[in-house]
């Protein structure tokens, strides 16, 4: 056979590399402890009912679980729905927003849910938007019943904080899918804390959860009640009326639902929000810290009060980002490539609540040892 001379890729160390080497925005690491709870429940939840007792213990476990690690107000309800974020932005333009919505857009998923609110039954959208990499604060607008942005933008890396909108009659609807228990945040800011579990919560997608207020529960119901056409699936009536039955409407995928469950627990064991708050912040400053330091990398995100603590963006200057993570993913530390739309020269690195920050540390140092060896 005839010999190529295919490159060599750069063999990182052993002694650098990290014990895990899954750095994802999403499905993000799971913890050995998830897959030993799923082999625990394999012959006694997999494959079983989902009406009947031992899936719904395991919804109401979940429920009682989320509860507490978001720090539920009185009266707040938990509502689980099949179908991830993707499905509650349909659901909400369907049975959540009376009339007109505004929205906060400053990256993909942000924009995604103001697209979403422009049904033909609602007002057009306000849209309050700022350049990737930076964010806006939203004010008052007049006939908007929902004012929605997300807690963080999982595209750019750009957190922005949780506050009520002081608008009568107005809900507060935040996207979460990726601050949810990684970023502490007052829940009684919020009407609704949307999020599906495959950042933080270390499970998977097809599934979105919600900690709603009673206003917003009122708002639900009403929607529900009235003659507005609304398909059953992306019912948010269906799915609270389902939820306080501990199920959801379709089947759920229960692998999704014992992953949760487990990662749950286990940061609650560990001291709940503001562990897991900390641990994120610890192993997003150490990746901050270093590009500021090194002449071939910045944050991307300029303003520090707006930088998340879970997704970490890095652009690199004189130095081939792609290559970088061509280079880490051959030696098994993956998933640190940028968000595809976004088209630029850079890293995104999740730093969730599973990722250990000795972990992040020798993640930093496998990208010195790429960069050393080819620039």
């Known amino acids: 056979m005839p010999v190529t001379d295919a490159p060599r890729t750069l063999e990182i160390p052993a002694a650098l590399l990290p014990a895990d080497g899954r750095f994802g925005c999403g499905p993000s ?54 179908g991830g974020s ?7 333009a369907f049975g959540l927003i009376e009339h007109r919505s505004a929205h906060g857009t400053w990256g993909e998923f942000g924009s995604k849910f103001a697209k979403a609110a422009r049904a033909p039954w609602l007002a057009a959208p306000a849209v309050t938007e700022a350049p990737a990499g930076s964010r806006a604060d939203l004010e008052v607008v007049d006939d908007v019943d929902v004012y929605a942005w997300p807690h963080n933008e999982t595209s750019t890396g750009v957190a922005a904080p949780v506050r009520r909108i002081a608008a009568p009659g107005a809900l507060t609807v935040i996207d ?54 609304v398909p059953e699936f992306l019912s948010l009536g269906a799915a609270l ?19 949760l469950e487990s990662q749950l627990q286990w940061m609650n064991e560990q001291g709940g929000l503001a562990w897991a708050a900390e641990r994120a912040a610890t192993s997003s400053g150490l990746l901050y810290d270093w590009a500021e330091r090194v002449d071939y990398a910045t944050p991307f995100v300029a303003d520090p009060a707006h930088r998340s603590p879970v997704v970490v963006t890095i652009d690199f200057d004189g130095v081939d980002a792609a290559a970088i993570a061509k280079t880490l993913r051959a030696n098994g530390v993956v998933d640190t490539e940028p968000y595809r739309k976004l088209g630029r020269n850079q890293l995104r690195i999740g730093t969730f609540a599973s990722v250990d920050p000795a972990d992040v540390a020798a993640l930093i140092a496998c990208i010195e040892h790429v960069v050393a060896a080819t620039r």
């Not at 306080?244 to 229960?254: E, M, V």
Request: avoid cysteine.
């Open 29 to 82: 690491r799971v913890r050995d402890a998830q897959i030993e709870a799923l082999v625990a429940v394999s012959r006694t939840v997999l494959g079983t009912s989902h009406r009947q007792r031992p899936v719904k213990a395991l919804v109401g476990s979940v429920k009682q679980h989320l509860a507490t690690l978001l720090g539920a107000p009185d009266g707040y309800e938990v509502v689980l729905g099949n």
């Open 86 to 92: 993707t499905a509650f932005w349909d659901a909400a």
């Open 176 to 229: 979460a899918t990726s601050a949810a228990g990684g970023i502490a945040f007052d829940a009684a800011e919020a009407d609704v804390y949307y999020f599906a579990p495959q950042k933080n919560l270390g499970s998977d997608g097809g599934l979105w959860a919600a900690l709603v207020s009673p206003a917003a529960v009122e708002r639900i119901e009403r929607i529900a009640a009235s003659d507005r056409y």
């Open 241 to 259: 009326e389902n939820s306080r039955l501990d199920q959801t409407l379709n089947t759920p995928a229960l692998s999704t639902l014992v992953l």
